[in-house]
Each structure stands twice: as C-alpha cells, then as structure tokens.
C-alpha cells in the first residue's frame, strides 16, 4: 500500500496537530495509509523514508538534525513526494539554507497579521492541479516569502494590502501556492493555513491542498515504474 509520513510539531499556534489530522484524512479517502509522527526523529532513517510516497511537514520553527536534513533531502531526490502548507513547511527550519532551496521559498513577513482579507488568484493553465478552481477569499494570515525563480506558480496574491515598510516599494503578485522539482521528486507548497479553519471557510484553499498532495505522491511511483536513479545528482551532492 502507497504510505505517508506526516510530522507534526513546533510551534503550536498553527495547529500543527489539527492540519496533520486534516491532511491524514484527505490522503486516507484516496487509499494511502498514514503515518503521523510527533517527532522528526522519524527521518533519521534513510532507508526507512524511501518507503514513502509522501512526506508532508507540520513543523514551523524550531531547528532540525543536519542529518534528518540531509536525509530527506535524499529521500525527495530519490522521488519521495513532499508536500506541506504556511509555516509547516516553509518556515520550518530558519537556519537550513538548504532546507528553504528544496521546498521553494522562506517565510519573511505577514504584515498586518492574522484577520487580513485578501484574494487567492488562480493561474489558469499553470497545473492540472489549479484546474477548474477559481479565485477565492481568504481572512488570514497574508504571507510575504522570499521565493525561488525556478517554482512553477499555481496562484498569487496581490501585495501591499496593508500599510508597511513594503508598501514604498511597486505591487507585487506574491506566489500563494507552487510547485518545485528537486531530484527526481515532486515539492508542493501552499502558503494557506494559519489556522486548521482556514480550509473550513475557505473550501478552495482544502481542494488546492489535496491535489497538491497527491500530484507530489504520484511522483514516488512515477519514479519506481521508471526504475529513475540519483546518479545525475550525485556530484552535487557529495559537495555537502
């Protein structure tokens, strides 16, 4: 059976236990078995993660082992999916640069805090994954990263919406949820999820969230039906 490791922990004013529930289940109703974990010394194995299809991270802040860095890392490259939402998975681990190139973008600023309404803005064509969803309405968090240039852009957000040092500067379309290749796997990331309500009043936001799930999931089994190696990765690698 196709499996998923969700850890969960860190800081807990996002939920981490109540968005890892939530995306247990949604993987669960398409037939994967879940495994969640309340301690990242589930990636101390490196072989034991390449049993999974899917990683998803629910650890904001904190710091983590360079070598359960490094391990999963690898175990992406192989072709296990990784997948995660807000400061879950981008603002996880400040301090890993390398951590922040694999999943696409850094969490920097959220002017105005938590209650700020803005639009979520498809783009169409971007992905199979944003196919048939339409732009929504978020009461939230409003999250300012510092992203990659080589992410593919599912959906934007308009900045400024609120009164800050940034707003001298021209607006910008900020990137609200992507996708990235690193390795043979597949990263998604959406920046939605404050709180575990945000895909309760924003149904969207839990649509865009599964099927960014199961897009970076499909990817392990591309990889094993391929026989894909690492080989072309190697000597990057071995620079660490």
Known sequence: MKKV???????????????SARFGRLMEEEGYAVEIFDSLDC????EKLLEYHLIVGCWTM????????K???RAVGAGVGLAGCHGGLCDSFRQDTEWQFMTGGQWVSHPGGDGVEYTVNICHGSSPIVEGLEDFKV?????????DPAIEVLATTRFPSV?????SNKPVDMPVAWTKFWGNGRVFYSSLGHHDDVFEKSPTAEILMKRGMLWAAEGRQYVL????TTERFENKAKMY
């Not at 990636?43 to 490196?46: G, N, V």
Request: hydrophobic share 25%; with cysteine; charged share 15%.
């Open 5 to 19: 490791l969700i850890y969960q922990g860190g800081w807990d004013g996002h939920e981490p236990k109540q968005t």
């Open 43 to 46: 990636l101390a194995d490196y």
């Open 62 to 69: 904190g710091s983590i082992d360079p070598q359960y860095s």
């Open 71 to 73: 391990n999963i890392a």
């Open 139 to 147: 009461c939230s968090e409003h999250y300012y990263l510092h992203v």
């Open 163 to 167: 009164s800050y040092y940034h707003i």
């Open 225 to 228: 039906d391929h026989g894909l």
